[in-house]
């Protein structure tokens, strides 16, 4: 099973309104939540990279916020463009030596529309 | 362009066949890995290099997979026998050695394998 689940898997949204995506995970110990943004057939760009001690995150229009107790972490995006239409995948660094543990969510495609 | 280096960025090949990636990490970066991404799923973890050591691979890394990095610069990975199933994205990225593991992953633009 999947230890970051994202949602929702999919949104559309008028052009300049804000939108909210959810990640939610059970990876424990923890150490590190990632946002990345990753447009149709390209590799993912990071948005933002929070420590367990970090409750919230910006980068531009971009806030992402994590509850560290409630494993949930939330990315907001204000005003949205149409170059915000892309897949936003959450990442999980667990506590511990192994790259090979990060765990990725399937991401939550938004798309933007005028 | 300073990024991460892939190539090809499309191959289409019949079952059977061999085929190689190439990834050139930014030139900084002693930390290489390798990501293969389906549609609609996240990137999973196939392999990590720190400079030419392979450090990591993931059970996904079958016996048909082999990933070099031998001079700590380049990374190559190989698929034997190609598989439909290995029809997937394939993405390389690198990181500095100071960054830790909250350092940013930096990914390239991937390789998109089809398999007929």
């Known amino acids: 099973k999947n230890q970051v689940e994202q949602s929702p898997q999919s949104l559309i949204i008028l052009e300049g309104k804000n939108c909210t995506l959810q990640?939610?995970?059970?990876?424990?110990?923890?150490?590190?939540l990632r946002w990345y943004k990753q447009d149709t057939g390209r590799g993912p760009v990071s948005l933002t990279i929070?420590?367990?001690?970090?409750n919230t995150k910006s980068n531009g229009r971009y806030t992402a916020t994590l509850d560290a107790d409630t494993k949930q972490s939330s990315l907001h995006i204000t005003a949205s463009q149409l170059s915000d239409s892309a897949s936003y995948i959450c990442?999980?660094?667990?506590?511990?030596?192994?790259?090979?543990?990060?765990?990725f969510g399937a991401g939550t495609q938004v798309v933007v529309t005028p | 362009d300073t990024g991460v280096s892939q190539n090809p960025r499309h191959k289409i090949t019949k079952r059977g066949q061999n085929v190689t990636f190439r990834c050139d990490p930014i030139?900084?970066?002693?930390?290489l890995y390798w990501y293969r991404q389906t549609l609609g799923q996240g990137p999973e973890f196939l392999t990590y290099f720190q400079n030419e050591a392979q450090l990591e691979k993931s059970r996904l890394l079958s016996d048909r997979f082999s990933a070099e990095r031998p001079k700590g610069s380049f990374s190559t990975l190989e698929i034997q026998r190609t598989e439909q199933g290995d029809s997937a994205m394939y993405l390389c990225?690198?990181?500095?050695?100071?960054?830790?593991?909250?350092?940013?992953?930096?990914f390239g633009e991937g390789s998109r394998l089809t398999v007929l």
């Open positions: 990640c939610n995970y059970t990876v424990s110990p923890f150490s590190n």
């Open positions: 990225a690198s990181s500095p050695g100071t960054s830790g593991r909250t350092g940013e992953l930096f």
């Open positions: 990442v999980v660094g667990p506590l511990g030596d192994s790259w090979g543990k990060l765990q």
């Open positions: 030139s900084e970066h002693n930390r």
């Open positions: 929070m420590t367990f001690s970090e």
